[in-house]
């Protein structure tokens, strides 16, 4: 009786240690299997994400307003995801390749450049061709075999000005919004703006046409991007960058009765520099001159002011 219950405990330790050696073995045959794969993993995809509609704001709760335009730099190296790649490889493409080709395709409309002022009606949408002579881009028209009486626009991929649409100008609304007690800033249009140099020599500009952003929303949204240089991960949408305020861009204009940019009052880099600094600093402490601060904030400045009186 006693010889048995051994035999059965051995029996129960066999299997134990049998099946823990089992578990080993999978486990390191699992570890095996995700080192020799590490480099085949799927990239993270945002293609099937929803972007969430912007928060509707009725015009009675905005109290304030101002209209901001930028110029971003897409050399700075904060904007390069807005650049790179110059010219699209596989189905990566820079910022100025997607809009070309969705103004191709007739996926958004392009609207004139105006000095001063943005009109998005159908009386300023520019034709594809137009833009085409414009801005001397080579093209050759062909019959649609798709669709009869219709022309297409054949153009090289070499031929498309992406590596001289180094800069966007950007505009944006910075407004506070009453129901919600908060500065909200929303990104309105984008501008290209081809560099080209002149018959001397000589670097010039030319702003190209604006887009309305929310017409982009669907499309940015579905373009993945790197976080940065550091990370290559892509694990965000280019809406993401510029719902986000990730971009860098220097004002060159601000809201005003003259409708004057920077430069036509500010003569030198110097005094440029200063007015811009200027304004970035009026616009972080925009909202200090509508709300009254805190009980929290005035015992702190209150307890600041009384310890630089006892030092004095």
């Keep these: 009786m006693y010889r048995k219950k051994v035999n059965d405990i051995l029996i129960i330790c066999t299997l134990i240690i049998l099946g823990i050696a089992s578990e080993l073995n999978a486990q390191n045959i699992q570890t095996s299997s995700s080192t020799e794969n590490f ?5 993270v995809s945002l293609k099937k994400n929803k972007v969430a509609e912007p928060q509707q ?3 009675e709760d905005i109290v304030w307003k101002r209209d901001i335009y ?5 050399k700075n190296g904060q904007n390069g995801v807005l650049y790179y790649p110059v010219e699209p490889i596989g189905d990566q493409m820079n910022l100025f390749s997607m809009l070309f080709d969705l103004i191709a395709n007739k996926k958004i409309a392009a609207y004139e450049y105006l000095d001063g002022r943005e009109i998005f009606t159908d009386q300023y949408v520019i034709k594809f061709k137009d833009l085409l002579k414009r801005f001397d881009i080579p093209y050759k028209e062909k019959n649609d075999p798709k669709k009869a009486n219709s022309i297409i626009y054949e153009i090289e991929g070499s031929d498309i000005p992406s590596a001289e649409v180094t800069a966007f100008y950007l505009k944006e609304i910075w407004f506070i919004d009453q129901r919600s007690s908060s500065i909200k800033v929303k990104t309105v249009a984008l501008c290209p703006i081809l560099t080209r140099e002149d018959e001397v020599g000589e670097s010039r500009t030319y702003p190209m046409f604006w887009i309305p952003f929310e017409t982009l929303r669907p499309y940015l949204s579905q373009m993945q991007i790197s976080a940065d240089s550091l990370n290559s991960a892509k694990n965000r949408s280019l809406y993401d960058f510029f719902n986000q305020r990730r971009y860098k861009g220097e004002i ?9 940019n920077i430069r036509e009052y500010c003569k ?3 005094a440029i520099k200063a007015e811009q600094d200027r304004l970035e600093e009026e616009l972080k402490n925009i909202g200090s001159s509508f709300w009254e601060p805190s009980q929290k904030l005035l015992r702190r400045k209150s307890d600041s002011q009384n310890a630089k009186d006892k030092k004095i």
């Design 39 to 43: 480099d085949s993993f799927s990239e």
């Design 57 to 59: 704001v009725r015009s």
């Design 268 to 270: 030198t880099p110097e």
């Design 70 to 74: 930028r110029i971003v730099n897409l």
């Design 252 to 260: 060159y204009k601000i809201s005003n009765l003259k409708n004057q």
